[in-house]
């Protein structure tokens, strides 16, 4: 995922920018309002960080600013304000999400996989045969591929396999569940065909961002 942060305490900054790189999201800093409006409307981000006290523009008018301007990225707010009555202006002005610090960086991921999953719906329900994921693209009426617009070959097997793996996102699949799935028969169990598979997959959709992560002993997951 690539995500804009906008953060203006460099302690803060510094450890979300560490924690979001090392769960594979790419990261581009901002720490001011000004710079977001000057230099990156017109990237499009999976999600956006905003702390709400900022200087000069703080976060809450920024997000004003950008649902005026029609940017409708996810947003989540982080701000030490934790009243009631804070959240609620946050909401509603447009931001998805609030977490107050500190927090828990897990506690962090989790909230952007809910705003993620829920946007990636979102899209899905305007355009119900394509499914987005960041720079991924699946088409499931012409059976394509594609990262940032360039299409990617898949194999009739290897695309039954992405899908099957994206239905379950965010779950474990067994080997035995993926070879019912995929292969339509049950294999010895010694088989290493999904390894096989989940190899040839990883090598063509995962240039940039990771989706499929092994879980040791058991199996597979698909994460957004």
């Not at 900054?13 to 990156?40: M, P, Y």
């Amino acid at each position: 995922m690539q995500i804009l942060v906008i953060e203006d305490d460099k302690r803060i900054s510094d450890f979300l920018i560490k924690g979001l790189e090392e769960n594979n999201h790419l990261v581009t800093l901002c720490r001011n309002a000004e710079s977001v409006l000057e230099n990156f409307l017109n990237i499009q981000f999976d999600l956006i960080i905003c702390d709400i006290m900022l200087p000069e523009m703080d976060g809450i008018q920024l997000v004003q600013t950008l649902r005026y301007k029609k940017i409708f990225t996810p947003i989540l707010m982080l701000s030490a304000l934790n009243s009631t009555q804070d959240k609620i202006t946050a909401l509603d002005y447009g931001a998805d999400d609030y977490i107050t610090k500190p927090f828990h960086f897990d506690e962090l991921l989790s909230r952007i996989r809910a705003l993620t999953r829920r946007n990636q719906f979102r899209q899905q329900e305007n355009n119900s045969n394509k499914l987005l994921f960041g720079e991924l693209e699946i088409d499931l009426d012409q059976y394509k591929v594609s990262i940032n617009e360039e299409e990617i070959e898949l194999s009739p097997r290897e695309f039954k396999l992405l899908n099957y793996l994206i239905e379950n996102i965010d779950k474990t699949v067994t080997r035995i569940q993926i070879l019912n799935a995929v292969w339509g028969i049950t294999f010895d169990n010694h088989t290493n065909v999904v390894d096989v598979y989940i190899s040839y997959l990883r090598n063509k959709i995962e240039k940039r961002n990771k989706y499929i992560y092994t879980v040791k002993g058991v199996g597979y997951m698909f994460k957004s």
